[in-house]
């Protein structure tokens, strides 16, 4: 699908393929494959739009990281927090440093993650077919800090059955 968007000049559909196709194979743990998928968006080959570039961005450190490239993984993560700030885009800037925040809870550093958890504001979920929500990096923190319970913030999206619940309260579920 990829291949065909980019022959035929399709910049946003080249982009959600790679996406989608990086996003599926870091989820199956075929890690490589994940790099290779969104590596070209992430080099700015074909990146239309913040969110399709954003995320995978996420998905290639994510992917990095699990193959044990820890400072290459950082390095992309730095690298859209420079590209978010340099866009004005302070939103996207918020959400990049919670994931450096995810990223460094996945690599041992507790500390620094509970540093970001003291300026964390929690928001809606919004899009979900994403690779990552600053809501869950709150949430795994707080788990990591010994928190525990449902009163912890986030909880919820930790638990399947309340996103379940969650979206069909919001959704038009009449044809499920």
Same mark, same amino acid.
């Given at each position: 699908?990829?291949?065909?968007?980019?022959?035929?000049?399709? *910049?946003?559909?080249?982009?959600? @393929?790679?996406? /989608?196709?990086?996003?599926? %194979?870091?989820?199956? !743990?075929? =890690? #490589? &494959? $994940?790099?290779?998928?969104?590596?070209?968006?992430?080099?700015?080959?074909?990146?239309?739009?913040?969110?399709?570039?954003?995320?995978?961005?996420?998905?290639?450190?994510?992917?990095?990281?699990?193959?044990?490239?820890?400072?290459?993984?950082?390095?992309?993560?730095?690298?859209?927090?420079?590209?978010?700030?340099?866009?004005?885009? *302070?939103?996207?800037?918020?959400? @990049?440093?919670? /994931?450096?925040?995810?990223? %460094?809870?996945?690599? !041992?550093? =507790? #500390? &620094? $993650?509970?540093?970001?958890?003291?300026?964390?504001?929690?928001?809606?979920?919004?899009?979900?077919?994403?690779?990552?929500?600053?809501?869950?990096?709150?949430?795994?923190?707080?788990?990591?800090?010994?928190?525990?319970?449902?009163?912890?913030?986030?909880?919820?999206?930790?638990?399947?059955?309340?996103?379940?619940?969650?979206?069909?309260?919001?959704?038009?579920?009449?044809?499920?």
């Amino acid at each position: 699908m990829s291949d065909l968007a980019q022959r035929e000049d399709l *910049a946003e559909s080249a982009a959600a @393929a790679a996406f /989608f196709e990086g996003m599926a %194979r870091w989820a199956m !743990g075929d =890690l #490589q &494959e $994940a790099v290779d998928a969104v590596r070209p968006i992430v080099a700015g080959a074909y990146a239309p739009n913040a969110f399709f570039y954003a995320h995978a961005t996420f998905t290639l450190a994510l992917a990095l990281d699990a193959l044990g490239r820890g400072e290459e993984a950082e390095a992309v993560a730095s690298d859209l927090v420079v590209r978010r700030l340099t866009a004005g885009n *302070a939103v996207g800037v918020r959400e @990049a440093e919670a /994931f450096i925040a995810e990223l %460094r809870l996945r690599q !041992g550093g =507790l #500390q &620094e $993650a509970k540093q970001w958890l003291g300026g964390h504001v929690p928001r809606s979920v919004g899009v979900t077919y994403g690779v990552y929500h600053p809501d869950l990096t709150a949430a795994r923190v707080r788990l990591a800090l010994g928190e525990s319970g449902r009163h912890i913030e986030g909880a919820n999206l930790l638990d399947p059955a309340s996103l379940v619940d969650r979206f069909r309260r919001i959704h038009n579920t009449r044809l499920l």
